[in-house]
């Protein structure tokens, strides 16, 4: 049993100091207006760089940050005055988080490998026994929380891809502490959403160009698999680095990707990309209005404020 451990980082600085360190890559790119999204001219902003590889974040109930450091075996919390604070460690590169109906948090522990839970600031404890179809967990990555209680998780395993090794979309149902396996198709799930109404489940496919859609049922498991967007800009050859996804009030879909930040209305049209100084991995909606996007890119965590609203839902 692992428990949080609350530290001020000696780093922490205020909102105009960060603004100060922007980065001029970030600064020099252009930025055209996505109708709805994000207004003409706004690019992502560097809050703070020098982070092993940051990842999972997720959005807070009063609006502040919690996000990963794989490489560093932590998980960072970010208040809304913009301090850092270590607030759990020795994660075993802990990637995704996400919170549940009760408020409670869950990380995709990568090495472990298994799904943590535990309450900011209480202790942390393994979630499931760490198998799936009587295979045990090659690297979990990302996870969302339905409104049941349920967690749905990917495990696409460790790089380099291997051929033959297995791969898995898989859910915990409410009070179990058993997954079962959803889909085993994909070549690469990695990031993981549901639409605002609960219904849709997206998941995408790190080497490919599809991200794909399934029917939730009434006891969390899909049906009905499909193409949902097809990203774009991918070369011939290429692997699209979708990573992390996030979804607006509206239905929208963010996926991250080589080019960027790719936007896609309910309708999985096609709306545009923001650019990124660094490849992103993942995105959240936090701030007090669930107005900031929120960017885990490498070393660096960035930000962009939207026109858009993040979802009305706990977390991501």
Do not use: C
């Amino acid at each position: 049993m692992r428990g949080f451990r609350k530290v001020t980082s000696l780093l922490a600085v205020s909102t105009s100091v960060l603004a100060l360190g922007l980065g001029a890559s970030a600064l020099a790119q252009s930025a055209t207006a996505i109708p709805g999204v994000v207004a003409a001219g706004v690019t992502p902003e560097l809050v703070r760089d020098n982070f092993e590889n940051t990842e999972g974040p997720v959005g807070a109930p009063d609006g502040s940050l919690y996000f990963s450091d794989t490489n560093g075996n932590l998980t960072y919390h970010m208040d809304l005055a913009g301090k850092f604070e270590v607030v759990r460690r020795d994660t075993t590169r802990a990637n995704g988080i996400a919170f549940t109906r009760n408020g409670e948090m869950v990380w995709a522990d990568g090495d472990g490998p298994r799904l943590s839970i535990g309450k900011p600031g209480g202790p942390v404890t393994q979630l499931t026994d760490g198998f799936i179809d009587g295979r045990k967990f090659i690297q979990p990555n990302d996870l969302i929380a339905d409104d049941k209680g349920g967690i749905y998780f990917t495990d696409p395993g460790p790089r380099p891809v291997v051929s033959g090794r297995p791969t898995w979309v898989g859910y915990i149902p409410p009070g179990s502490k058993f997954a079962v396996i959803l889909d085993k198709e994909d070549p690469r799930p990695n990031g993981i959403t549901l639409t605002p109404d609960g219904k849709t489940l997206i998941v995408d496919n790190t080497i490919g160009n599809f991200v794909f859609a399934y029917d939730v049922q009434a006891d969390g498991t899909v049906k009905n698999k499909r193409n949902y967007v097809q990203l774009h800009d991918i070369k011939a050859g290429e692997e699209s680095g979708a990573d992390g996804m996030g979804m607006d009030r509206d239905g929208r879909l963010y996926v991250t990707t080589v080019r960027g930040i790719q936007i896609f209305d309910k309708t999985a049209k096609y709306l545009g990309t923001i650019k990124v100084p660094r490849q992103p991995s993942n995105v959240a909606f936090a701030g007090p209005d669930k107005h900031v996007l929120y960017i885990s890119a490498r070393q660096g965590l960035y930000r962009i404020r939207l026109e858009a609203q993040g979802p009305d839902r706990l977390g991501k």
